[in-house]
């Protein structure tokens, strides 16, 4: 979306870190959010992030936010070839998500 | 059991046709979206219920009319497709609405596939 950007690409190989970059605009936004599109299935929540925090873990994931900058990343450790997909930015003004175009991420041998 | 589930998974229709996508989530969930995902995966909202009440219209054209029979359902008719309509339409659910101070994790349906030919 125009409010959310992305890069829309992303290669890694398998076992590297992949680190998925956002913006977004809207300082309304008390939560930030990750979701997962797998190949012909719905969107899954991955992580979200609460406003106030700059980085949280949460097993391979680690998201850091740069509120001042309206800046939020995601990085995946140990990236495996299950982590193919396509990862969505949404940044979550009042009754919706406002989504970015998705990153889609390709893990090679 | 699936927790948001859509039917059809996959329609394909003539230019001019009406057509609906039915949406039903078992979650007890009171707020209910559709969103549609272009071609270039390009996500966006295009309506909002909470208990059955409407409380977002993303400038939809009025050829699609949402309904909320009750909690668990929100079906989306479109009348007279176009070329353009083609995409994939994503059911969601909350149990309260998402955005501002809120954090209530939206749960997607499988999707269906429009094809308007």
């Given at each position: 979306g125009?409010?959310v950007e992305q ?15 956002c ?65 969505f930015c949404a ?8 989504f970015g175009a998705g ?7 | ?117």
């Amino acid at each position: 979306g125009e409010d959310v950007e992305q890069s829309l690409f992303l290669s890694v190989r398998e076992g590297d870190s992949s680190v998925i970059n956002c913006t977004y605009t809207d300082s309304s936004s008390t939560y930030l959010y990750w979701y997962k599109q797998e190949p012909g299935a719905g969107l899954q929540l991955l992580t979200y992030i609460f406003s106030n925090m700059d980085m949280k873990q949460d097993q391979r994931l680690t998201v850091l936010l740069n509120k001042k900058d309206k800046h939020l990343s995601l990085r995946i450790a140990d990236t495996q070839t299950g982590d193919s997909a396509i990862y969505f930015c949404a940044e979550s003004p009042l009754y919706k998500l406002s989504f970015g175009a998705g990153t889609t991420v390709t893990v090679r041998a | 059991d699936t927790a948001v589930s859509q039917t059809p998974k996959y329609l394909v229709t003539q230019m001019g046709n009406d057509k609906s996508i039915k949406c039903e989530q078992n979650l007890g969930h009171d707020t209910m979206y559709w969103y549609k995902q272009d071609s270039k995966k390009f996500l966006k909202i295009m309506f909002s219920y909470n208990n059955k009440e409407l409380i977002i219209n993303e400038t939809v054209p009025n050829r699609f009319s949402p309904k909320s029979p009750d909690k668990a359902h929100l079906n989306l008719h479109i009348n007279s497709l176009e070329l353009g309509d083609s995409a994939v339409y994503f059911c969601a659910s909350s149990q309260d609405v998402t955005g501002g101070e809120n954090h209530n994790e939206q749960f997607f349906g499988p999707g269906t596939r429009l094809t308007v030919l």
